[in-house]
């Protein structure tokens, strides 16, 4: 059992962590940027160090300075939560040379995994329903003619890109070659990777995603499915488990195909195989992240149980611990990403937060990494908490959202808890007609 852990994160996330880590009798060292030495998760944290200035390159991406924060402090593991380096297979194999176990996936794994175009190839060679696209494109005339061949619309999309970002919707030659050079140097400032390819575009796809498990014993579960269709510019806002867009069959299919493949290439930790789903209700690959989600909460509340937690386990080397042998959700469960930002032009909202009271009751839950009188930097992602509540079904889970929305206040900045809740009361939602367009189409 490790005996110190440390968080190479911040916020909420930072704090999710935390809580785990300390319920599990586990110590706990948070590293943190200049700006962020009274954050809640440094102040909660058995031990703190500062690793750099404000800008996450030189401190929360500062990979010889996290590593030395390990060192000095005698931590046994690193938990790089999303974001940052989560994703980084160098970080991880660091960590290893270093005699620091990272809790996620191995290096070979997350490196699978990252590139988007291997990755695709990979979700084929394993069975798994892949989406129409292209290989790299190395120019700009290749671009077209790729493009051209798949037919527009498409999507160019970063091959190092993650999280939505990178993604831009192609409709003629003429926008392809006024965007092309721009996507290219985007990746590269964003990713370090300018690599680019197409898919086929789906025009009102919903966006669904299963969460698995893998233990170093050969175990892989699949806890559920989430529907994430609800975004803006390719950002999830909302989330949702289960999907009610799937049958009993579907589901029990998808998942007895997400075990066997994951199965096949020996996955360890927590990670997520996303999906978008057509008008004829058909599911293909679209990526999958090594690493736990923003969104992972909804599954936890209606699987009962705590997938961080579990990260752990693993990474000591045990085998998971499910709280029942045939798991199956229990209800229903909506997330709400509160961000600082305008609710209407989405413009970045930092500043001081004056007041702050977060909803209760019975089924909701906050993860949230701020407190009154705390200023949101502007030099990070501009979430500011995580709305979660669960009821018996979704009615029951939408009338606790527009309950607990209604009853938050954060004063000081402005945030997205208007558009929340024009998109919980509209009718579209509450029927479940939704798609990734749900904001363009109805205009909540």
């Not at 490196?111 to 695709?120: C, E, Y």
């Not at 989430?226 to 579907?250: F, M, T």
């Not at 995580?386 to 009338?399: Q, S, W, Y």
């Not at 309950?403 to 998109?423: D, F, Y």
Request: hydrophobic share 40%; aromatic share 6%; proline share 6%.
């Amino acid at each position: 059992m490790f005996e110190k852990v440390l968080i190479a994160n911040r916020g909420e996330i930072a704090l999710r962590v935390l809580r785990s880590c300390h319920e599990r009798g586990v110590r706990t060292v948070a590293v943190h940027s200049e700006i962020d030495t009274e954050a809640l998760h440094t102040r909660l944290a058995d031990e703190a160090i500062c690793i750099g200035p404000d800008d996450p390159r030189r401190s929360y991406l500062n990979i010889p300075a996290i590593i030395a924060a390990a060192e000095i402090t005698g931590a046994d593991a690193i938990h790089p939560g999303y974001g940052f380096l989560a994703e980084n297979p160098e970080f991880a194999e660091t960590c290893a040379q270093c005699g620091l176990k990272f809790i996620g996936p191995t290096p070979g794994q997350i490196r699978q995994w990252g590139d988007k175009v291997k990755s695709r190839a990979l979700a084929r060679s394993l069975g798994l329903p892949v989406l129409e696209g292209t290989e790299l494109a190395t120019n700009m005339d290749d671009a077209v003619d790729k493009a051209t061949a798949l037919g527009f619309p498409v999507v160019l999309k970063a091959s190092g890109g993650g999280g939505g970002r990178g993604m831009h919707v192609i409709q003629t030659e003429e926008q392809l070659r006024a965007v092309f050079q721009a996507a290219r140097s985007e990746a590269r400032a964003a990713f370090g990777n300018e690599e680019l390819y197409f898919e086929k575009l789906i025009e009102r796809p919903r966006h669904v995603e299963f969460q698995i498990l893998g233990d170093e014993h050969g175990n892989i579960h699949v806890l559920g499915e989430r529907d994430c269709s609800i975004q803006r510019r390719h950002q999830k806002i909302i989330e949702e488990a289960p999907s009610i867009a799937l049958s009993d069959e579907l589901r029990s299919d998808m998942a007895s195909t997400i075990r066997r493949a994951m199965k096949e290439t020996g996955y360890v930790s927590a990670g997520t195989l996303e999906f978008l789903m057509d008008e004829t209700g058909s599911l293909t690959f679209l990526e999958m992240n090594p690493r736990i989600q923003v969104e992972h909460p909804v599954t936890e509340l209606v699987m009962g149980i705590d997938l961080v937690a579990e990260q752990i386990r693993i990474a000591e080397g045990l085998p998971i611990e499910l709280p029942a042998p045939n798991l199956a959700p229990r209800g229903h469960a909506i997330e709400c990403r509160i961000n600082a930002e305008d609710p209407d032009t989405f413009a970045p909202s930092p500043g001081t937060i004056t007041e702050f009271h977060m909803a209760g009751g019975t089924g909701v839950r906050v993860d949230s990494g701020v407190y009154g009188g705390w200023r949101v930097p502007p030099h990070y992602d501009p979430l500011v908490a995580k709305l979660i509540v669960h009821g018996p079904t979704r009615a029951h889970a939408i009338a606790k959202m527009r309950r607990s929305l209604a009853e938050t206040i954060i004063g000081g900045i402005r945030t997205n808890i208007p558009l929340h809740r024009r998109i919980l009361e509209h009718p579209a939602f509450e029927e479940g007609r939704i798609s990734t367009r749900f904001l363009d189409e109805f205009s909540p």
